[in-house]
């Protein structure tokens, strides 16, 4: 158990932001609500799942909703704390902690706000060890957790509980359309995990991750050094994918998603060739533009780096004239086996493309036996 | 008190058709899943609002979607109980009678099946005395009377239940995102009433003016009479508008709804004249094809009659080619206070038509001192 500071916030919403993948949520806005809480005295405690027992439960809590959106509509106070209590409500129990649903971008702060509106302790670790656009992308959800139950919260009073829910699509479908209606943004709770489930299918210390990676970032400006250079030794399988500048952005938002691609046109090492990224929310594949041939795709994370700032940027806030950097993270294990792929891979996504996964693991860990094994 | 059976049940069902003025969906398939309950040993009984004590609450029941949805998606035998069910749970009260939402198309039945369902009579009233396509557009709500519960059922086992709904344009917007995620196809229950709210702004009467339409349609055909004449002897202040041959029909289905215009061309006495009836889910206004002049607009009601069957067509039923009789049926006193026609009027359509209500009232009351008067 460690407890969380302003500090930690900041380090927190810039590593997460590198973990969003362009998505997750615009860090700033809630990173703000969440050091105005704890200014005004609220608490914000980690714990490791193991420090917790077996049967102890929690809400997997997120925001929804397209980053578009996020970043026009402010953070609203209390939503997640109401989440908390509304699933106790719910199921006639009191959670003993909050769980992180996406550890990128907004949606690694927004289960501190539930926690510290809560007086509960939040859990390092999440189901995706980045961000990810629909529901359903979730390793509790893979390994069979029901999204039950799914509540809603449109931050203006209304509160939505759907029980019965059979499965994650039907969720993503319900939830998706609700929050659109709500004006594109809602905090929600998929279903609730108990301290065991998040031991089996979690993804440990993803919170701790984001918090490094930050650290790492502003301790890289500090002493003049680029900041990609801190995210890679804090990622030591991430490598520099190329360097450019934005000579083309095309975004829409529609269906409850921003949807589109960036094209960067090379510069340094890079000069002459150009990359296009394509998004739905998150960066989902890059693609060398000459011939359309992929270098990496989800679920690996893409992250562009701002050369001017420094900083991660979601896909809400690229622009033309931009130059940016481009880095390539593995993704953690548990988004390698066969059936996660099935969920979170680029077919799932509608995407044909042969490109095998950046080797390593966003935490470093050793490989499991297990992966590539099973089918 | 007293108890429908199944012959009473064609005759709703039939009478229902022509009070949808296009929609509220399809009769025929909603009038076969309450003869199954009644067959199954069901009851059904229809009370009046007098006859209950003033506090005694009942849902206000109706299936949301467009109609062209309903014909393609069977009933669910049990939804519409459900929802009884999960009122009393969301209120921690059981309720004592079911109200009816709108009277309009099956609408008119499935409060009925809710009832057999539960056990509960329906009251003889509704707050439309026709259909209409959006939630808000209800003398309950226009009264003030709050869409909270807002409760919907997928018919796949999903139950959402929304709490704190502010207003019925709210409940209108989340409802019908919801539903449309649902497959286009939602059973619903907007707030409920007590019997002292039936009384003080329900429009009384109306399932019963349903049955008696459709037994005096039974009984022309079965003297070989048009049906038409039927329901104009049933609602003295209706009027023969056109009758014709469809020669043109457009119809989208989508945000919800089943929109499009139908243009009929003249015959008989309207050789050489065209009508042009456009629609969301329900007709809305009829206007000389020639120069745009609208003739009929809502609130009041606007019935097709196909000439081969003598029955009223759903806006999901028109076709090229049928022959048709148009109807324009007045409104309810309830419909056309200043309060009203801002909810209901042409002008809450989008329309700026300039038509004066058709005299009279649906039921065939005197003019209440008040129409007319206040602002």
């Known amino acids: 158990m460690r407890e969380i500071g302003e500090r930690e916030v900041e380090w927190i919403a810039e590593g997460a932001a590198v973990l969003g993948t362009g998505g997750g949520g615009n860090t700033y806005l809630a990173g703000l609500d969440l050091r105005r809480l704890l200014r005004q005295g609220a608490r914000v405690r980690v714990v490791q799942a193991e420090e917790l027992p077996d049967d102890a439960f929690g809400p997997v809590l997120s925001g929804m909703g397209a980053p578009t959106v996020g970043i026009e509509r402010l953070p609203v106070a209390g939503r997640f704390g109401a989440l908390v209590r509304a699933t106790g409500r719910a199921l006639g129990r009191d959670p003993a902690f909050v769980a992180i649903g996406e550890v990128g971008g907004a949606n690694a702060l927004r289960p501190l706000s539930g926690a510290a509106e809560s007086g509960l302790p939040v859990v390092d670790a999440d189901p995706m060890g980045r961000a990810f656009p629909e529901l359903q992308m979730d390793t509790y959800m893979i390994a069979g957790v029901p999204p039950r139950p799914l509540l809603l919260n449109d931050g203006k009073g209304v509160e939505a509980r759907l029980e019965g829910v059979p499965d994650p699509w039907t969720a993503e479908r319900y939830a998706r359309a609700l929050t659109w209606a709500m004006g594109g943004n809602a905090g929600v709770v998929v279903g609730v995990v108990t301290a065991a489930q998040v031991r089996a299918y979690g993804i440990p210390g993803t919170l701790s991750l984001a918090q490094e990676i930050g650290r790492a970032m502003e301790r890289a400006r500090a002493g ?9 030794e804090a990622v030591p399988g991430g490598v520099r994918l190329f360097e450019g500048k934005v000579v083309d952005v095309s975004r829409r938002t529609a269906a409850g998603f921003a949807r589109g691609h960036v094209v960067i046109d090379g510069l340094g090492a890079w000069r002459g060739e150009r990359l296009r990224i394509e998004f739905q929310n998150e960066y989902l594949v890059a693609r060398r533009e000459e011939d359309g041939a992929a270098l990496v795709a989800v679920p690996d994370l893409l992250v562009l780096i701002e050369e001017e700032s420094g900083r991660a940027l979601g896909s809400e806030m690229v622009r033309y004239g931009l130059r940016l950097h481009v880095l390539a993270l593995p993704a953690p294990w548990e988004l390698k086996t066969p059936a996660a792929l099935r969920v979170v891979g680029p077919s799932a996504f ?5 490109v095998a996964p950046l080797p ?6 050793a490989a499991p036996a297990a992966v590539g094994a099973a089918g």
């Open 350 to 354: 509608g995407y044909d493309v042969d």
């Open 360 to 365: 390593g693991d966003l935490l470093g860990r």
């Open 224 to 232: 003049k050094r680029p900041t990609l250079d801190a995210v890679l």
